[in-house]
């Protein structure tokens, strides 16, 4: 008997019809022999209906407020889902986040998981039923407010309870087959990776594949939970990110990672580029600009630092964040001008940023040549580079990033047959 | 400084604007120096469309996922009326039924209370901040599930956490003036009632009048709450349902109740009436009937036993209940009819009821006779009779009630100038 974790988004549960056909799944899935726990998200629209009525009261909403308001979204889906296994014939009940164990801290809006004591879970599984738990929201340690977990909080839900579980795999169901080695929407090309790691599967992330959020596989990482995303409207393999060999844990059936050369391309058009101009060339001036915008709980990406323009004693500092995180950190950067000491701010949300992953990298030193001569082929200018091991990642402008992917797809033979049929199949 | 538990309904706060004018309404309750408390229902059609949405999955939903569906209509609204409030530049944070510490049994779907500690109200109003609480909901003390209170669970909500925070007054908003002698949309020269004691109104609530639900009427009377039912769209006084003075707790500002012979004349359209027929005249039997009904959670209201047939053995057993509740008392009756040996069941949902209330009645021996005297004068056959010390109500056929409700109010000289344009002020 395994113990898996099911985690179905938004639209797996628009309408009636949607919940229904997840119902039958997770019910035959039980009925294979297994323990089942599934992780669901708020039903379609739901979340832009409750921003839609917050936003007719106010402009600015207690962040407090805005979780309570949100996390009704689950409440909602979780309960008819359980009332729809029900209807099939097995028993199921809905936790919130607070009941699941969801300890959080108090960012709202953006909260991190800290503790997970699914004790009632385990009960409930224990005794045969089925568990649905509602993605996206915690409840804080101290003062039992609801938190949400921010963007792809619902597959962190998932992970984090699978990693607390021991369950033996978490499956995140999405509207695709699994994971491509480019979007098939700018590849048509590109194909489906049957198995990855979970260290290339974060570079990906990261990246900007949107399939996974970062946060679910850093957590899948760390504590060796392997995934299988695998589409909600076939039986098909999906895509299996397994924890390295060198995590030291589980890997699933025993068998070993075949290791491609390169995993994939991934692309991302929801960074800006920040660049501080005039930063007084001094020791510390660097991570005084990282902890004013990490302050405001913005997350940066890339970084790249311009030589000192020599005599000058002041030097240039670039760098990427969300574009939905822009706004506070440059007005957190502007309130700290004098302090810090620079001349100017510069801000553009036109970029775009292209990376190439795969753990064969390492041992392969043709590949950055071939990366590069790619991209110059095309005419991409580059405007930033950042690496990693297993990584390159470029920033180019926006209108020049389809292009460069499929320059760089093809380039590492990663082209098969098109996948178009296979990614316009799943209908949504 | 007075403490006030305000509590809105649904059509209170069925939009946006409702939701900000109600946000004005309770900011400027705590502008003028009070600590402030409100209870909030589900916006107004929230409840419907879930009710809908389940209806959609699965015709018998478990009762404890419904509990978990419907919850989440106050976290809607009370999340946006936090919100609201704060645009008015007063702070207000919002919590759960679960937060607010009320605590309940596990009957879904119509618990009751067992215990409030509301901990985190009292912290959050000694801050100084105004605190919204989800009305009609609860957890249970063992199993932090949810729960809701059933029919007029919100106004018991407030009136519980006005006790339990012995606050100075309970306001329940409706979209009327307060309460009245009888049904303006059936008497147009009903008047508004400007106190009554907590006995009477537990009378006319029992009775069947809509404004205030029977239970949050007891509880108040219980723990000597004073009452104060008004309309959210003017300023105007309402009725104030003040504690009687055997009750030996304080009345509101020392004034004795005045007491009117007759309060009011109610009526009730939502019982039906079942009778047992056949039914072995031992003892025990009448206590084993109503304990099955009692079994299946349904309320017993009026009860009428026939003298026994001479010689037969054997007698009638007539009694009212909620139409709503008819259904599982008619099945779990008839389960037992060969354990409780009756021979068969009429189920009568075409009734009316009508009762008239007055604490002077205790010391009128006329009134009995010029109530019977109004209804056969205006042709209304009786046939169920129940009385208290304070009131008398019969059950007539549905179809009689309106004329019988009219002849009963003007022989007891009830009939003001008309109050229709009060009433059909209020707009909704």
Redesign the interface.
């Known amino acids: 008997m395994s113990l898996i974790v099911q985690k179905f988004g938004g639209s797996s549960v628009s309408d009636?019809e949607g919940?229904?056909r997840v119902a039958k799944r997770v019910a035959r899935t039980q009925a294979a022999g297994n323990e089942v726990v599934v992780v669901v998200s708020a039903m379609g629209d739901t979340t832009d209906e409750?921003l839609d009525?917050?936003g007719?009261?106010?402009a600015s909403?207690?962040a407090?407020?805005?979780d309570?308001?949100l996390?009704?979204?689950e409440?909602?889906s979780?309960?008819?889902l359980?009332?729809?296994i029900?209807?099939e014939g097995a028993t199921a009940?809905?936790f919130?986040g607070s009941?699941a164990g969801m300890i959080t801290d108090a960012i709202h809006g953006k909260a991190r998981i800290i503790d997970v004591s699914p004790h009632r879970i385990k009960t409930c599984i224990e005794r045969g039923d089925i568990a649905i738990v509602a993605g996206f929201q915690g409840m804080t340690q101290d003062?039992?407010d609801?938190t949400t977990l921010g963007r792809g909080g619902s597959d962190t839900t998932a992970v984090a309870l699978a990693a607390a579980l021991d369950a033996d795999v978490c499956e995140i169901y999405t509207d695709v087959d699994g994971v491509f080695t480019a979007d098939p929407r700018v590849v048509p090309s590109a194909q489906k990776i049957d198995r990855i790691s979970s260290e290339e599967m974060l570079e990906l992330a990261a990246s900007g594949a949107k399939i996974l959020h970062l946060r679910c596989v850093e957590y899948a990482r760390r504590f060796g939970v392997p995934l299988h995303v695998r589409s909600s409207f076939s039986t098909n393999e999906g895509t299996w990110v397994l924890p390295s060999p060198d995590d030291k844990i589980k890997i699933q059936e025993g068998e070993p990672l075949e290791q491609p050369i390169i995993s994939g391309v991934a692309h991302d058009r929801s960074e800006a580029k920040v660049t501080i101009l005039g930063v007084p060339d001094i020791p510390g001036k660097a991570a005084e600009i990282f902890g004013i915008v990490a302050g405001a709980h913005s997350n940066i990406d890339m970084i790249v630092q311009n030589v000192s323009t020599k005599g000058s004693g002041k030097t240039d500092i670039s760098f990427t964040l969300p574009i939905v995180e822009g706004r506070d950190a440059i007005e957190a950067l502007k309130a700290a001008q004098e302090q810090v000491g620079f001349e100017n701010i510069d801000y553009d949300d036109q970029i775009g940023k292209l990376s190439l992953i795969g753990a064969g990298m390492r041992s392969n030193p043709g590949v950055s040549y071939k990366f590069f001569q790619a991209l110059h082929d095309a005419g991409v200018n580059v405007d930033m580079i950042s690496t990693s091991e297993i990584r390159i990642s470029i920033v180019t402008h926006a209108d020049l990033l389809d292009k460069a992917v499929r320059a760089v797809h093809a380039a590492f033979d990663l082209d098969g047959e098109s996948n178009a049929t296979i990614y316009g199949g799943t209908g949504r």
């Open positions: 009636a919940i229904k409750l009525l917050a007719q009261i106010t909403a207690p407090r407020e805005m309570m308001l996390s009704s979204g409440r909602i979780m309960s008819l359980a009332m729809a029900n209807e009940q809905s919130t009941q003062s039992n609801v």
